[in-house]
């Protein structure tokens, strides 16, 4: 605001000087409106002093500041929920399925790993091969199943008869080993995603917000620099004509006296 040619403070109407004060056209956009905010009136050609800028820029960083920390607060709540909130507990699947083994099933386990054995092929080959020759050539007096051996046979039936649910059973539970597995892999993988989204929040806040905010600040500070130093230089120019003035005049001065 200008009357009479007097530059005054758009705060509160005191006189200012032109080295003091700054226009409200060369604030950055945010300062600007956080003035204009509570100044509507103000124009961009209008004066704001140096006392008054700096609480203006106190309060801008301050504000920034806190945006920051509550969207970093909002986040890091999420986040903490959602460590909280998944309460499936991962399944020790060999530790739970060992744990409930019936008699039954440890026998059909056995079963299934010896007969899916090396050791059970040799075996049966060598039983097959003295069953046939103890009967076919009438070994020791024995032949109670003569070629083509039907007694063999029915063993046989009854032997791949009996195996072959065993075998399944002990497949049963190894899909069931399978399926828990699934199960604690789906659930660590939703979890995994969830706290990725939630980190790449974080990341996103960080870069789009707090780094931009921090440059602000310091930029804020680059320009309170810049003015201190400019009144420095007022200062020292001042005190410099000053001193010169006094040392011109002090010679006549002796002169006169002398
Ligand atoms: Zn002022």
């Known amino acids: 605001m200008t009357t009479d040619n007097q530059l005054t403070c758009l705060v509160d109407g005191e006189p200012v000087s032109l080295e003091t004060s700054l226009q409200l056209a060369e604030l950055d956009a945010g300062l600007r409106n956080r003035i204009k905010r509570e100044f509507p009136q103000s124009q961009p050609g209008d004066y704001i002093c140096g006392h008054h ?27 903490t929920k959602a460590l909280q909130s998944d309460d499936y507990d991962i399944v020790d ?10 008699f ?16 059970f092929i040799f075996a049966f080959m060598f039983v097959l091969l003295a069953w046939m020759f103890v009967n076919g050539l009438h070994l020791f007096g024995i032949n109670f199943d003569n070629y083509p051996f039907i007694l063999l046979n029915l063993v046989l039936s009854c032997v791949a008869a009996i195996q072959a649910p065993i075998i399944m059973m002990s497949q049963n539970r190894s899909a069931d080993r399978d399926r828990m597995m699934a199960e604690n892999d789906y659930h660590v993988n939703l979890k995994s995603e969830h706290e990725l989204r939630l980190l790449h929040a974080k990341v996103d806040h960080l870069a789009q917000n707090q780094v931009p905010h921090t440059m602000e600040i310091a930029r804020f500070q680059l320009e309170i620099l810049g003015e201190i130093r400019q009144e420095l230089g007022e200062l020292r120019t001042q005190e410099h004509v000053g001193s010169t003035t006094t040392r011109r005049e002090s010679p006549h001065e002796d002169v006169d006296h002398s």
């Open 53 to 79: 800028l700096l609480k203006y820029r106190l309060e801008h960083v301050d504000a920034m500041i806190n945006a920051d920390l509550k969207q970093t607060k909002k986040i890091n709540n999420k986040l």
């Open 93 to 102: 699947v060999n530790e739970t399925l060992t744990e409930s083994l019936t």
């Open 104 to 119: 039954g099933q440890k026998i059909s386990d056995d079963v299934a790993h010896f007969g899916g054995s090396w050791g």
